[in-house]
Nanobody, 118 residues
């Protein structure tokens, strides 16, 4: 499985970006698909999650600003990021977990840089 993250770039504080995570396999096979981020000098943190049933969860720092969604026809998960601030500057990664052959497997995309200027 390959996950291709894209959509990062430079945004001004208060602006928006939309990240995409395209899968080489049908996303319906995954139990969860997550967006993580890692800022310089900080640990990677979970930003948002969407399950196979469509349930979503968000980190407190992005709740009400970010929205995770999925398009099963395009095998893509999106992260709409609004009202960006400098704390959102990080490399964003998508991660997918599936249960296959009686074990959990996880896959990572390559990351996309988001930089927010104040």
């Amino acid at each position: 499985v390959q996950l291709q993250a894209s959509g990062g770039g430079l945004a001004q504080a208060g602006g928006s970006l939309r990240l995409s995570c395209a899968s080489s396999r049908s996303i319906s096979t995954f139990i969860t698909i997550d967006w993580y981020r890692q800022a310089p000098g900080k640990q990677r943190e979970l930003v948002a999650r969407i399950t196979s049933s469509g349930e979503t969860n968000y980190a407190a720092s992005v709740k009400d600003r970010f929205t995770i969604s999925r398009d099963n026809h395009k095998d893509t998960v999106f992260l709409q990021m609004n009202n960006l601030n400098s704390e959102d500057t990080a490399i964003y990664f998508c991660n997918a977990i599936e249960y296959r052959d009686r074990r959990l497997l996880d896959y990572w995309g390559q990351g996309t840089q988001v930089t927010v200027s104040s």
